[in-house]
């Protein structure tokens, strides 16, 4: 992975305790992506990851409730934002937008 793509999952990563803390569950998909690309003995800069990274997105969207995108270019967000946005999924910019859920009302 290059270094930009790093800083972008390490930005990423800045954001999960907030989102947990708020209730929810913070996936990134990288985090589910990469074992699967090093399963098939690849990595980031592998032209297998093309068909690994931005499927794995796509196919996690399909199960969240929302997208935080932060800012900073990049064509993989902007994919996913898109994406959510065509399942009328909410797109969050900031952290502090995304409803704190209570968590003890669940149980």
Not at 42 to 69: F, H, K, N, S
Not at 71 to 95: E, I, K, M, N
């Amino acid at each position: 992975m290059a270094r930009r793509g790093i800083d972008h999952v390490v930005a990423t990563e800045a954001a999960a305790w907030p989102v947990f803390a708020a209730g929810h569950l913070p996936v990134i998909g990288e985090w589910i992506a990469l074992p699967v690309l090093h399963s098939a003995g690849a990595g980031p800069t592998d032209p297998l990851a093309d068909q690994v990274l931005y499927p794995t997105a796509e196919r996690l969207l399909a199960r969240c409730d929302a997208v935080l995108r932060l800012p900073g270019d990049s064509t993989g967000a902007d994919r996913d934002v898109a994406h959510a946005r065509r399942r009328g999924l909410p797109v969050y910019h900031d952290v502090a937008q995304i409803p704190v859920l209570d968590r003890q009302a669940e149980r």
